[in-house]
């Protein structure tokens, strides 16, 4: 069994900057895939942005340029950085776990390829 526990959401003004957090515990190997994804009310769960095992990030066109992603090597915290936020960025933020090692690529941006989740964060944006 493997946990995922975010932190770090909230409210804030548009233009604003959060942090969350997920501290992944269990039987995880510390450089398996990692990734958030987001979902809004009446929308479809979508990637927001993923490491692979070589510490290499990809990210939705969406959050390129305002989002990073960062995980140390050998730890078990996913962070993920948003800044200049909008208002179409509220939603409801998952940390992610794939149960495998990858090596970049599209596909890990897809949800279907990642076995266990988090309860999820809140970041609501206000204009």
């Known amino acids: 069994q493997v946990q995922l526990v975010e932190s770090g959401g909230g409210s804030v003004q548009a233009g604003g900057s959060l942090r969350l957090s997920c501290r992944a515990s269990g039987y995880v190997v510390s450089s398996y895939c990692m990734g958030w994804f987001r979902q809004a009310p009446e929308n479809e769960r979508e990637a927001v942005a993923v490491?692979?095992?070589?510490?290499?990030?990809t990210y939705a066109d969406s959050v390129k340029g305002r989002f990073t992603i960062s995980k140390e090597k050998g730890e078990y915290t996913l962070y993920l950085l948003l800044n200049n936020l909008k208002p179409e960025d509220t939603a409801m933020y998952y940390c992610?776990?794939?149960?495998?090692?990858?090596?970049?690529?599209?596909?890990?941006?897809?949800?279907?390829?990642?076995?266990?989740w988090g309860q999820g964060t809140q970041v609501t944006v206000s204009s």
């Open positions: 992610a776990v794939m149960m495998r090692y990858c090596y970049g690529g599209s596909w890990t941006l897809r949800s279907a390829q990642y076995n266990y």
């Open positions: 490491i692979d095992s070589d510490g290499r990030p």
